[in-house]
């Protein structure tokens, strides 16, 4: 079965990715295979570059080939993409200071991103 993870509710990265799923993939014992996750809000923050969390994430995401993906306009406002507000959406933000492997988009390219490996579930934490 493959899922993606969507980090949308408070505390949802630093809690539930980094104390329970991220521990079980480093493990190799998450009982799914993870194709994608996508975050919003704060959740962003763990991608920062030098975050031990993000960096945990990066290279679990390449070895398992994993889609990291952060929302374009929360990027954006918290200084981890260039772009602007009207260039949300579009495609054309891009992630700046994050780990290897994190992109910024919003629905149209994370679902052109999932396309050639979509998930079977999507979870929303």
């Known amino acids: 079965m493959k899922v993606a993870y969507v980090f949308a509710t408070h505390m949802a990265s630093t809690f539930k990715l980094a104390t329970m799923i991220l521990p079980q993939l480093e493990a190799d014992h998450h009982g ?3 194709v994608g996750m996508f975050f919003f809000d704060d ?3 763990c991608l920062r570059q030098g ?3 993000g960096e945990r994430l ?3 995401a390449r070895q398992k080939d994993i889609l990291l993906m952060m929302c374009d306009q929360c990027a ?3 200084n981890l993409a260039e772009g602007t507000f ?3 959406g579009s495609g054309e933000a891009k992630a700046k200071d994050t780990v290897e492997g994190v992109q910024a988009g919003c629905f149209p390219q994370l ?3 999932q396309g050639g490996n979509p998930p079977d ?3 929303t934490l």
């Open 32 to 34: 799914a295979e993870v």
């Open 43 to 45: 959740n962003l923050i």
């Open 51 to 53: 975050d031990p969390i």
């Open 58 to 60: 990066a290279r679990v």
């Open 76 to 78: 954006v406002r918290r």
């Open 86 to 88: 009207e260039q949300c």
């Open 111 to 113: 679902y052109n991103a």
């Open 121 to 123: 579930h999507i979870i």
